[in-house]
């Protein structure tokens, strides 16, 4: 069995995520990255739980707002995702925010609301742009997109 070494740090946000880790020391330049955003320390607890992360980034001035928080919702309401996966919601122009999207790669002059998914990997498992569809990021996700076995006809009885 292996132990945490002692000393050990552990650093947590408010809302109980865990951002960073340091055993033995602490150097001056590790503190730049203890302190995440609102958004990141959302994704970090979700991702800690497991869960599948379905960030809808979007504010007043983006446009198909309603279908892509619509098509996160219909996500986590999927029977494959209901009990893990969770909907974070970023602004794209708040600065706070602005390190942890470019590290998403989300483009933050795009006009359109955008919808990333992070697996509890930590991994960016697909992205969506302007008005998309549940079934279609459903069909993403369970690797069915494009394949042409959307219908199910290419199953083991079909």
Not at 8 to 32: C, E, M, R, W, Y
Not at 36 to 48: C, I, M, N, P, R
Not at 90 to 104: C, N
């Amino acid at each position: 069995m292996e132990r945490a070494p002692i000393p050990l740090t552990i650093v947590l946000a408010p809302n109980g995520a865990v951002t960073a880790g340091f055993a033995q020391t602490i150097k001056k330049t590790d503190f730049s990255s203890v302190f995440v955003s609102k958004g990141k320390a959302e994704v970090l607890k979700t991702l800690q739980y497991q869960k599948m992360a379905v960030i809808c980034v979007q504010n007043a001035k983006t446009k198909h707002n309603k279908e892509s928080l619509a098509a996160a919702q219909g996500v986590t309401a999927d029977p494959q995702f209901s009990g893990a996966s969770r909907i974070v919601r970023i602004d794209p122009k708040d600065p706070a925010e602005s390190s942890f999207l470019h590290a998403l790669k989300v483009n933050t002059a795009f006009h359109e609301a955008q919808v990333v998914i992070i697996a509890p990997s930590g991994s960016v498992v697909a992205r969506f742009s302007g008005a998309v569809s549940a079934d279609k990021v459903v069909a993403k996700l369970t690797g069915y997109e494009g394949s042409g076995c959307a219908s199910g006809c290419c199953g083991p009885v079909g």
